[in-house]
């Protein structure tokens, strides 16, 4: 059943939508420097469960305001003065949303500036692409602040940059920007403008490729990682089986054939 993302409850995010099937989403809580606050991670797992099935062909994850997100809000967290499982539950919902994000089989492009810290180190990583510019940097701020990370920076902040990195930040407050936050894994690219451009640009060229092919790149890889390396072999070849095989890949394939298609050439 197709989704109409117009018809969604979206608090704290916009939603643009493009005619070549990329989607903008923009976090939109800059005076709270896009921390995410329960209403907002209720709508990030309300909308990642639908964008699959709305048409969307690749998506970009942005926000309003110098930073990109903050992480979690600490404000609301006080206030609430939650009990040990109400926030395990808040937890949950949290891996909820970004387990939509990155097992969702639709390309997600993190464009990034300023704080992308503790939770919203969290959230950057559960998508498949990240682009920093020069004003990005990234914590995880958790160890001097009396807490421990609740959305997943275990499995893909450790999974990105490794386990000692990861346990240095969390312990002595370590701040990663520029070209060493591309060395570490942090992020893929670091552009000198617009990290927005640059996102919607990667979108695009993604959204170009076959919705399937997408579809295994965004969501296989992750599902293969957590398996022993028998199965993952045995799952792999099924997944090309199904995906090398498609009849729209067929006109493609043609053009390889044929020698007319684009040839893979080094970056200029």
């Known amino acids: 059943m197709t989704v109409d993302l117009a018809t969604l409850t979206l608090p704290?995010?916009?939603?643009e939508q493009q005619d070549d099937g990329v989607l903008i989403v923009t976090l939109s809580r800059p005076a709270k420097r896009n921390a995410l606050n329960a209403e907002t991670v209720e709508a990030l797992v309300t909308l990642f469960s639908a964008v699959p099935r709305a048409g969307v062909r690749a998506v970009v994850l942005t926000a309003e305001g110098a930073h990109f997100c903050a992480g979690l809000d600490l404000v609301e967290h006080h206030d609430a003065d939650r009990g040990p499982a109400d926030f395990m539950h808040l937890c949950l919902?949290?891996?909820e949303a970004f387990n939509k994000m990155e097992y969702g089989g639709v390309p997600i492009i993190a464009a990034l500036k300023g704080a992308v810290?503790?939770?919203g180190l969290e959230l950057a990583s559960a998508a498949h692409i990240r682009i920093a510019d020069a004003s990005t940097y990234f914590a995880l701020p958790e160890g001097q602040r009396g807490l421990f990370t609740g959305g997943g920076a275990t499995i893909r902040v450790a999974g990105l940059v490794g386990k000692a990195r990861m346990i240095d930040m969390m312990l002595t407050g370590r701040v990663y920007q520029g070209p060493e936050?591309?060395?570490?894994g942090l992020a893929q690219y670091l552009v000198e403008g617009s990290s927005l451009d640059a996102a919607v640009a990667l979108a695009r060229k993604a959204a170009r490729n076959l919705p399937l092919t997408n579809f295994a790149i965004c969501s296989a890889i992750s599902h293969l990682g957590n398996m022993s390396a028998l199965?993952?072999?045995y799952a792999e070849a099924v997944i090309a089986g199904v995906v090398n095989t498609q009849p729209a890949a067929r006109e493609r394939l043609d053009a390889f054939a044929?020698?007319?298609a684009a040839r893979v050439r080094p970056n200029d």
């Not at 704290?12 to 939603?15: G, I, K, V």
């Open 117 to 119: 810290v503790g939770g």
């Open 231 to 233: 199965d993952a072999a």
């Open 181 to 184: 936050a591309v060395e570490v």
């Open 12 to 15: 704290n995010l916009a939603l």
């Open 93 to 95: 919902r949290w891996h």
């Open 258 to 260: 044929k020698g007319t």
